[in-house]
Protein backbone atom coordinates (compact mmCIF):
# COMPACT_ATOMS: atom_id res chain seq x y z
CA UNK A 1 0.00 0.00 0.00
CA UNK A 2 1.79 3.26 -1.10
CA UNK A 3 1.59 6.32 1.67
CA UNK A 4 0.33 9.25 1.84
CA UNK A 5 0.83 12.40 3.61
CA UNK A 6 -1.12 12.67 6.97
CA UNK A 7 -4.21 15.21 6.63
CA UNK A 8 -4.97 16.32 10.15
CA UNK A 9 -7.26 19.03 8.76
CA UNK A 10 -8.99 16.95 6.57
CA UNK A 11 -9.22 14.29 9.58
CA UNK A 12 -11.01 16.62 11.72
CA UNK A 13 -13.28 17.83 9.06
CA UNK A 14 -14.75 14.50 8.51
CA UNK A 15 -15.07 14.11 12.44
CA UNK A 16 -17.46 17.38 12.62
CA UNK A 17 -19.72 16.05 9.55
CA UNK A 18 -20.04 12.84 11.19
CA UNK A 19 -21.01 14.17 14.08
CA UNK A 20 -23.37 16.33 12.16
CA UNK A 21 -24.71 13.31 10.13
CA UNK A 22 -25.32 11.68 13.68
CA UNK A 23 -27.35 14.32 14.85
CA UNK A 24 -29.82 14.26 11.92
CA UNK A 25 -29.75 10.73 11.69
CA UNK A 26 -31.16 10.67 15.20
CA UNK A 27 -33.22 12.53 14.54
CA UNK A 28 -35.25 11.45 11.22
CA UNK A 29 -34.64 7.95 13.63
CA UNK A 30 -36.85 9.56 16.22
CA UNK A 31 -34.73 8.91 19.06
CA UNK A 32 -34.65 12.52 19.76
CA UNK A 33 -35.55 15.61 18.39
CA UNK A 34 -33.07 18.34 17.32
CA UNK A 35 -33.69 21.36 16.00
CA UNK A 36 -32.62 22.48 12.47
CA UNK A 37 -29.88 25.30 14.83
CA UNK A 38 -28.42 21.97 16.85
CA UNK A 39 -25.83 21.57 14.79
CA UNK A 40 -24.45 25.32 14.41
CA UNK A 41 -22.14 24.76 17.63
CA UNK A 42 -20.88 21.55 16.07
CA UNK A 43 -20.03 23.23 12.55
CA UNK A 44 -18.34 26.84 14.62
CA UNK A 45 -16.07 24.84 16.61
CA UNK A 46 -15.32 21.91 14.42
CA UNK A 47 -14.48 23.62 10.93
CA UNK A 48 -11.95 25.95 12.62
CA UNK A 49 -10.35 23.45 14.82
CA UNK A 50 -10.21 21.29 11.13
CA UNK A 51 -8.43 24.48 9.70
CA UNK A 52 -6.34 25.36 12.69
CA UNK A 53 -5.23 21.16 12.26
CA UNK A 54 -4.68 21.85 8.62
CA UNK A 55 -2.49 24.84 9.35
CA UNK A 56 -0.18 23.10 11.55
CA UNK A 57 0.02 20.03 9.89
CA UNK A 58 0.89 21.82 6.85
CA UNK A 59 4.24 24.11 8.72
CA UNK A 60 5.13 20.44 10.28
CA UNK A 61 5.27 18.95 6.44
CA UNK A 62 6.85 22.24 5.58
CA UNK A 63 9.59 22.14 8.24
CA UNK A 64 10.11 18.87 7.69
CA UNK A 65 11.15 19.03 3.55
CA UNK A 66 13.48 22.24 4.52
CA UNK A 67 14.86 19.85 7.10
CA UNK A 68 15.50 16.93 4.34
CA UNK A 69 16.99 19.57 1.88
CA UNK A 70 20.71 20.40 2.21
CA UNK A 71 21.69 24.07 2.69
CA UNK A 72 23.16 24.74 -1.04
CA UNK A 73 19.66 23.76 -2.08
CA UNK A 74 20.08 20.55 -4.21
CA UNK A 75 18.29 17.40 -3.48
CA UNK A 76 19.76 13.81 -2.29
CA UNK A 77 18.24 10.85 -3.67
CA UNK A 78 16.50 8.85 -1.10
CA UNK A 79 18.81 6.31 0.42
CA UNK A 80 21.95 7.77 -1.04
CA UNK A 81 25.04 8.38 1.31
CA UNK A 82 25.92 12.25 2.35
CA UNK A 83 29.35 11.88 1.34
CA UNK A 84 28.61 10.90 -2.68
CA UNK A 85 30.48 12.30 -5.02
CA UNK A 86 32.71 14.60 -3.15
CA UNK A 87 36.46 14.45 -3.05
CA UNK A 88 38.02 13.13 0.26
CA UNK A 89 41.04 15.80 0.51
Do not use: I
Not at 67 to 81: H, I, K
Amino acid sequence: MPFHEFRPGRLVAGVTGLAVAAVYLGDAAGSWDAPWYAVVPLLSCGLPLAALAGWVGHRVRRRRTARSTPADGTARAAGAPTGAGRATG
